[in-house]
């Protein structure tokens, strides 16, 4: 299909308008995962595995961290993958996610996005590679507004650095962008780029190692006459059951859920590049170049600095066209890679004739209006279902974590936006 997915300007951020584990622990982690699953039964056929007092379905940022949240309540969790922790074709599965508190004046969000900066801090510091890189997060505007203002009132409040920056001080702290087009900027110092694959799977390591369990385990669209789901099957045949259930599948929750979900979420295909700098040029590095967000392209550009020598990435936060997850061609056409290269010759000049070193198509699972997706199940009272990140929700993982946490206990107040009623089915 061809019909583009319509993005809701607000979510952009557009006011305009413990053991440290090395990366052979972490695998050596998920494989005792797959141990500790396996004790309790790996390839069985149509038998019931007991044990757990919640399966949480869906290894991305939204699953994980609901995962390592229960586990942190006192729950015994098993989380599930189909494929495995933050997988290529998951949406969690990239390189780097920007986190920012810039959120066109939302509280939730900005809220959120302020919690989660914290957490994902905090698991950088637990281990010896780096998770989260202090790039600051770059905004600029073709016009100054009071909306910007009102969005940075509300992150003061909060304690959150933020300043306001005219074209020439921009210029001078950042030569090698053009400014061309901006009237302001608005440089958020403290927020930055998470490493989105590497958090994930050393999120899930740390969670395995506290006594979770993990497995590979495609569960099928679940069915239940009653008023509790009891069990989630495999397309094998193996059944395991539990006290609850959490399903964190992101792009797949509408072939999932077909009926409670279906087209409340829809996934857009959406395109990413990395360039080449020169060789011995630092000049695109982390330190000489923040992550940025460009309010004034009509696709809404947004981009970060070469980091760990994989090249400046830059991506469009447009929506694509619908996407299958499962199915969806990957490859990037030559016409969206001359229109990013027109881009980066107005706006990263140096950059115009840079090698393209990488592409990669991601999906984003949208809502109708941006907000995530998180209820309790209409006819089942402990299955719970949490997506909807729309292009945003990385950045939010231990934030929805500790949200579900909330819900499943019955200790937190749900947030309306967020329910299945105020979702649409995308016209
Ligand atoms: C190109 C791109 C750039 C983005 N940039 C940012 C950003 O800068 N900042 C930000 O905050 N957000 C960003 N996002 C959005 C963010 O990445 C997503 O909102 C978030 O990763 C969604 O996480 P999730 O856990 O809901 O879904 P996913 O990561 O897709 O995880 C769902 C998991 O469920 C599993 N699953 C599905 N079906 C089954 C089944 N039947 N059985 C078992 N397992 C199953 C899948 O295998 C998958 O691993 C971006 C997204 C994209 C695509």
Not at 158 to 165: M, R, T
Not at 241 to 269: E, M, N, Q, T
Request: charged share 20%; with cysteine; hydrophobic share 40%.
């Amino acid at each position: 299909m061809t019909d583009r997915v319509t993005r809701p300007a607000i979510f952009a951020g557009t006011p305009a308008a413990g053991a440290s584990l090395s990366r052979r622990s972490v695998l050596g982690g998920m494989a005792s995962a797959g141990a500790l699953a396996g004790a309790a039964g790996t390839s069985a056929r149509a038998r019931t595995v007991a044990g757990w007092d919640y399966v949480v379905v869906g290894a991305g940022a939204f699953g994980t961290w609901t995962a390592w949240h229960l586990q942190r309540r006192g729950l015994r969790v098993l989380l599930l993958d189909a494929w495995g922790v933050a997988h290529s074709r998951s949406s969690s599965g990239g390189e780097t996610r920007l986190i920012r508190t810039e959120y066109a004046g939302n509280a939730l969000y900005t809220r959120w996005a302020w919690e989660s900066l914290a957490a994902w801090h905090e698991l950088s510091r637990r281990h010896e590679s780096t998770i989260f890189h202090e790039t600051g997060a770059l905004y600029i505007y073709p016009q100054d507004t009071a909306a910007i203002d009102q969005s940075m009132a509300l992150q003061r409040v909060l304690g959150i650095p933020v300043e306001k920056l005219g074209v020439p001080d921009m210029a001078s702290r950042w030569p090698r962008i053009n400014f061309e087009g901006i009237a302001v900027g608005v440089m958020q110092p403290t927020m930055g780029t998470i490493m989105a694959r590497r958090s994930l799977q050393t999120l899930a390591a740390d969670f395995v190692k506290a006594g979770g369990g993990f497995r590979q385990f495609a569960v099928d669209p679940p069915r239940s006459a009653k008023a509790r789901l009891d069990a989630v099957t495999a397309v094998g045949g193996e059944t395991l059951s539990a006290k609850g259930f959490v399903f964190a599948c992101g792009p797949w929750l509408p072939k999932l859920f077909p009926d409670v979900v279906g087209d409340r979420i829809v996934p857009s295909r959406q395109d990413v590049f990395f360039f080449a700098p020169p060789a011995g040029d630092d000049r695109f590095e982390r330190g000489n170049m923040p992550a940025w967000v460009d309010v004034s392209s009509k696709d809404l550009h947004y981009g970060f600095p070469d980091i760990e020598a994989r090249g400046f990435k830059i991506a469009l936060d447009a929506h694509g066209p619908r996407f299958d997850p499962d199915t969806g061609d990957r490859r990037v056409g030559d016409r969206a890679i001359a229109e990013v290269r027109a881009y980066l010759a107005r706006r990263f000049p140096d950059l115009a004739n840079a090698p393209l070193a990488e592409t990669r198509v991601c999906q984003y699972e949208n809502s109708h209006n941006g907000h995530l997706l998180i209820d309790r199940h209409p006819a089942w009272s402990n299955v719970w279902i949490a997506g909807g990140g729309s292009g945003h929700g990385f950045k939010h993982g231990p934030a929805v974590g500790r949200y579900v946490s909330d819900l499943v206990l019955g200790t937190g107040e749900s947030v309306p936006e967020l329910a299945l009623a105020a979702h649409k089915v995308h016209g």
